[in-house]
């Protein structure tokens, strides 16, 4: 079946946008990741959903950060006034439970120009 | 979660086995080990874990040692598609942030000709 999708694969914008990033999970998934991956680095958990509530959001680094699931599904992670040090692979993961194994996407490679 | 120790680099000839070490010597006794791996310019995938005992899955084989400070994982026949960063990730199951995967930098394996 189909994997994690996440949409766009490549973002590049300029300091002070804002963009959005999409993410597919398996069907039937109830538990949904966000992570964020720096050069050289090991990705780093952002925000956990388990169906459309946040459970988790200890890992957004400031209140620019914003995701939503609203339909317990597709989730949006969002970026306001986008600053240089945001650039990074964000990388959307989704399981059948919180205690189940997590399959990733492919990531977004953000660059804030 | 306990934290792990990785090498940061290993290389293995193809069609050997590769055996990549993992110290969590502060590892509790509900705490799980958890493997990932990622290639290039992919997300995570997940690859194995286990408790205590050794586990073995079609990808690959886990050792855990009786006291549970340091584990293994095995590739038995290493092909070059398996050159990837491995990521040893130590963390409860079923309770408490067991959702949140902390990555280290994880060991660099790379598979030569």
């Known amino acids: 079946g189909a994997g994690v999708s996440q949409t766009p694969s490549n973002k590049v914008t300029e300091k002070g946008k804002y963009v959005e990033l999409r993410c597919d999970p398996i069907s039937g998934h109830t538990a949904l990741y966000w992570y964020r991956q720096s050069l050289g680095q090991g990705p780093e958990f952002l925000i956990y959903?388990?169906?459309?509530?946040?459970?988790?959001d200890s890992g957004l680094p400031n209140d620019r950060f914003f995701a939503v699931r609203p339909e317990g599904s597709v989730s949006t992670l969002k970026i306001q006034r986008t600053e240089r040090g945001d650039s990074a692979v964000y990388l959307c993961a989704s399981s059948l439970g919180p205690t189940d194994e997590q399959f990733f996407g492919p990531g977004t490679r953000l660059t804030v120009l | 979660d306990a934290k792990t120790t990785q090498p940061p680099s290993m290389d293995c000839a193809e069609g050997r086995a590769a055996n990549l070490p993992c110290n969590h010597s502060?590892?509790?006794?509900?705490?799980?080990v958890y493997w990932y791996r990622q290639i290039h310019s992919q997300g995570p995938q997940y690859i194995i874990h286990g408790l205590k005992n050794n586990e073995t899955n079609e990808m690959a084989s886990l050792i855990i040692t009786e006291d549970r400070k340091s584990s293994t994982l095995i590739l038995p026949h290493a092909t070059l598609r398996d050159t990837a960063v491995y990521y040893c990730?130590?963390?409860?199951?079923?309770?408490?942030?067991?959702?949140?995967?902390?990555f280290g930098k994880g060991t660099l394996l790379t598979v030569n000709p």
């Open positions: 502060t590892i509790s006794g509900n705490e799980y």
């Open positions: 959903f388990q169906g459309t509530g946040a459970a988790d």
């Open positions: 990730i130590v963390s409860l199951r079923g309770g408490g942030s067991n959702y949140k995967l902390t």
